[in-house]
C-alpha cells in the first residue's frame, strides 16, 4: 500500500488505467480516493473511462460526482445516454447537475433533446445547468423558445438566469458612473425627503447610508398607523433605487421599536422594523447581500431586565436590546462588483483600498453617540466603516433621513461628497453651523450648500 499521494503517484495511476481501478476499487479509505479524483487533472480524449463507470453504484456521493466529472472531461459523445441516466436517477444532487454538466461540454445537437428535456426537472441547480448547455445554441431560434419557456420558473435563480442571458439590462452607466452631479455635491437639502428626490435624476447617488425615524418613537416621526409608516419608507426606499447607481449599495439601519403601554392593564408593542421593510425592498430590485449586527453596550440601552432579575419568572423574560441591523443592499444588476470597480481609475482604486485594521465579522461592536441636540445621533465610525466598506473616493453618499449630519461629515473626512436631505429645521440649522458658514466648510477645504427645496429644485433646473 503507497501512503503517499504524490503527483508521481498519480502519474503512475494515470498511465496504467487498470491500476487506477484497482485502487478506486479496493481503497477503503475515501478521502484518499477523493484526493486521486480530484487531483487528476487534464485527461486526454483516448483516457479509458472504464474507472470512472466502474464507480457510478459506489455509495459516496463525492466519489460518484467526481467520476462524473472526469468522465465529462473526456468529451465523448458515446456517453450520452450514461450522463442522461445519471442525470435522471442518481440520488444525489450534486451528481445529477454534474451529469447534466457533462451532456452540456459534448456541445452536440444530438444532446439538444436531452437538455429540453431536463429542462422540467423538478431540482433548480439541474435546470440552470440544462440551461448553460442549451445556451451554447443560442443562435437555434428553436433552443432560445425552448428556454424562454422557463422564464416564469418559480425559482428566482432560474428566473434571473434567463432573463440576464435572454433579455440582458442596457445600461447607461458606462462613462458617468464614477461622475457626481455637481448640484447634489456636498448639498443640504431642507426639505420633504420624497418632494427633494423627484428632482434628483436617475442613477446619481453611489451609496445611501441611512436610519428612518422610527415608528412613534420620537415627536418628529409620529404615523396614524404601522401600514403607513411602512407605506412611507416603501416609497422612500424605491426613489432611492431609482437615483442609485447600477450595482452600488444601500445599507439600511433599523431595528425593531417598542412602543409603551397605554396602562398597565395593557401590553407594550414591539414592531419588528426591518424584518417588515426587507421583503418591501426585495419586491422593488434591492438585492439582499448581508445583515451586520450592531452591538451597543448593555449599559447603553433601556432597561428591560429588571423585573425578570427580581422574580425570574418563565413566560415574564425581555431581554436588554443591546442590537440594531444594518441590512446592506445591492441595486439589482446582471454584473458582478468587479464591474463597478472596473468602472475607476486605478488610482481611485488603489486610494480607496481599506487599510488596517478592519472588521472581518458581520458583528461590530460601536459605542452609541449621544447628541443634546438629537436624540437618535449616528456614531460617526459607525458612518465611517460603511463608507470605507462602501464607496470609492470621490463617490457621492446620500441620507435621506439625515438628522444632525453625521453621515455628511465622515464622508468630507474620507474624501468623499455627500447628499442629505432633512425635514427639521432645527437639524438644518445644525448642520449649518456644523458645515461652516460662507457656503465653505470650517477649514475651507470644501463648498457646501445648505438649500431650502425651492433653491434646490431652482439649481436643478438650470
Known amino acids: 500500500m503507497i501512503d503517499k499521494l504524490d503527483t508521481q503517484f498519480i ?3 494515470k498511465k496504467n488505467p487498470d491500476k487506477l481501478s484497482a ?22 480524449k483516448s483516457f479509458n473511462r472504464q474507472p470512472f463507470l466502474d464507480l457510478m453504484l459506489d455509495p459516496n456521493d463525492q466519489i460518484r460526482y467526481l467520476s462524473v466529472k472526469n468522465l465529462a472531461k473526456l468529451e465523448d459523445i458515446s ?54 448547455g442549451l445556451l451554447v445554441f443560442k443562435n437555434d431560434p428553436k433552443i432560445i423558445e425552448e428556454i424562454n419557456k422557463k422564464k416564469d420558473h418559480p425559482n428566482e435563480t432560474v428566473r434571473f438566469f434567463i432573463k440576464t442571458e435572454l433579455f440582458p439590462s442596457k445600461t447607461n452607466c458606462y462613462g458617468n458612473h464614477c461622475s457626481v452631479n455637481l448640484s447634489l455635491k456636498n448639498v443640504v437639502v431642507h426639505g420633504d425627503v420624497l418632494e427633494t428626490l423627484k428632482h434628483v435624476p436617475d442613477e446619481s447617488i453611489h451609496l445611501t447610508f441611512t436610519s428612518p425615524p422610527y415608528y412613534n418613537a420620537r415627536d418628529y416621526s409620529i404615523y396614524s398607523s404601522y401600514s403607513e409608516y411602512l407605506a412611507f419608507l416603501e416609497k422612500v426606499f424605491s426613489e432611492v433605487f431609482r437615483v442609485t447607481k447600477e450595482g452600488r449599495f ?13 396602562s398597565r392593564s395593557y401590553s407594550s408593542k414591539r414592531y419588528p422594523i426591518p424584518y417588515d421593510v426587507h ?15 450592531w452591538v451597543k453596550p448593555e449599559s447603553s440601552v433601556k432597561n428591560r431586565i429588571a423585573g425578570f432579575l427580581q422574580h425570574r419568572k418563565p413566560l415574564a423574560y425581555k431581554p436588554n436590546a443591546v442590537t440594531e441591523m444594518l441590512m446592506v443592499y445591492r441595486k439589482s444588476t446582471d454584473k458582478l462588483i468587479d464591474w463597478n470597480i472596473h468602472q475607476y481609475d486605478p488610482d481611485v482604486v488603489e486610494k480607496s483600498k481599506v ?13 452609541p453617540t449621544y447628541d443634546k441636540n438629537h436624540s437618535a445621533v449616528f456614531p460617526i465610525s459607525l458612518c465611517d466603516r460603511v463608507i470605507k466598506y462602501y464607496s470609492m473616493v470621490g463617490d457621492l453618499v446620500f441620507d435621506p433621513f439625515a438628522g444632525s449630519g453625521t453621515l455628511g461629515k465622515s464622508a468630507l473626512r474620507l474624501n468623499r461628497n455627500f447628499f442629505l436631505t432633512e425635514i427639521e429645521a432645527k437639524y438644518v440649522e445644525y448642520m449649518r453651523v456644523e458645515f461652516g458658514t460662507g457656503g465653505f466648510t470650517k477649514d475651507n477645504s470644501r463648498k457646501v450648500q445648505i438649500l431650502d427645496l425651492a433653491e434646490f429644485i431652482k439649481g436643478m433646473e438650470k
Open 23 to 44: 485502487f478506486l476499487r479496493t481503497e477503503s479509505n475515501n478521502g484518499r480516493r477523493t484526493v486521486v479524483l480530484e487531483k487528476l487533472g487534464h485527461l486526454d
Open 79 to 132: 456517453l450520452l445516454d450514461t450522463f442522461y441516466y445519471i442525470a435522471k436517477h442518481d440520488p444525489a444532487s450534486m451528481v445529477r447537475r454534474e451529469a447534466v454538466s457533462g451532456i452540456g461540454r459534448l456541445r452536440s445537437k444530438t444532446a439538444t433533446k436531452y437538455l429540453v428535456e431536463l429542462l422540467e426537472d423538478q431540482d433548480p441547480k439541474v435546470v440552470l445547468q440544462a440551461i448553460r
Open 11 to 13: 502519474e503512475y495511476l
Open 355 to 367: 487599510s488596517s485594521p478592519f472588521e472581518s465579522t458581520n458583528v461590530w461592536k460601536v459605542d
Open 250 to 262: 444601500f445599507v439600511l439601519n433599523t431595528s425593531p421599536i417598542i412602543i409603551p403601554r397605554i
Open 279 to 293: 421583503p418591501l425592498l426585495v419586491k422593488m430590485g434591492w438585492e439582499f447581500l448581508d445583515d451586520i449586527v
